[in-house]
């Protein structure tokens, strides 16, 4: 199953471009690389989702390596209510029934904003 | 669209007690997860099932147990409550089975065991 580091908490503030690096290095081929956003008392949301290279949304960008083995999720310009845990998660797969459905969150990285 | 919803919002019960969580999941979405998560850590998976077959269970005891029905909602019940099950309970759901797919959850039901 492939795990993933990522730092446990970062400072930031107000109109600063954030970058949260996350390790992957047991990434299997078919793995997506996804990361979410939870507030306090609420289920996390859906953020951004890559494979490879770059991919940018309306909130965020997502930067992966050619090895795949770490990905950068980049917020620019956060404000006050981007402060929130941020978590990496890659695709898991269970050894029975093909199932790859459970998403498997660490700790997550606890952002900061700061006025 | 309605997004995920899941009730009660909030639990209060007793060590040996059972309860049951309810989740209803966004239209047109056949996989319901559940997830518990203890305060300052990441969700832990405890269930997945799509067109109301378990896909996937986590590393939880016999006394969590889960089911979906024919309209994709999902019930969580949990036996014989420790106070160690004290956690929000997250419900998510999505178009298909696998991590690739986008999971929308829930508010959560934050049970505590007194």
């Known amino acids: 199953l492939a795990k993933t580091t990522q730092p446990i908490s970062m400072d930031s503030y107000e109109g600063q471009e954030v970058n949260i690096t996350c390790s992957h290095n047991?990434?299997?081929?078919?793995?997506?690389i996804t990361w979410y956003q939870q507030f306090p008392s609420q289920g996390p949301r859906f953020i951004i989702q890559?494979?490879?290279t770059k991919v940018t949304n309306e909130v965020a960008s997502l930067f992966i390596p050619a090895d795949r083995k770490s990905s950068t999720l980049s917020l620019p310009r956060v404000s006050l209510s981007d402060t929130a845990v941020y978590y990496c998660?890659?695709?898991?797969?269970?050894?029975?029934?093909?199932?790859?459905?459970?998403?498997?969150f660490g700790k997550g990285t606890k952002l900061s904003v700061k006025p | 669209d309605a997004g995920v919803t899941q009730s009660p919002t909030h639990l209060i019960k007793t060590r040996g007690q059972h309860v049951t969580l309810r989740c209803s999941p966004i239209s047109g979405h056949k996989s319901v997860s559940w997830y518990q998560q203890v305060l300052g850590q990441g969700p832990q998976f405890i269930f997945q099932?799509?067109?109301?077959?378990?896909?996937g269970r986590g590393n939880f005891p016999d006394r969590f147990s889960a089911r979906q029905f024919p309209n994709y909602s999902s019930e969580l019940n949990v036996n014989a409550l420790l106070l160690g099950d004290s956690a929000l309970y997250l419900c998510a759901s999505s178009l298909r089975d696998d991590t690739n797919t986008e999971a929308f959850f829930g508010q959560g039901t934050r049970l505590t065991v007194v």
């Open positions: 998660l890659v695709g898991a797969t269970l050894n029975y029934g093909g199932s790859q459905g459970n998403l498997i």
């Open positions: 099932y799509y067109e109301k077959e378990e896909r």
């Open positions: 890559g494979y490879k």
């Open positions: 047991n990434i299997a081929t078919n793995d997506y």
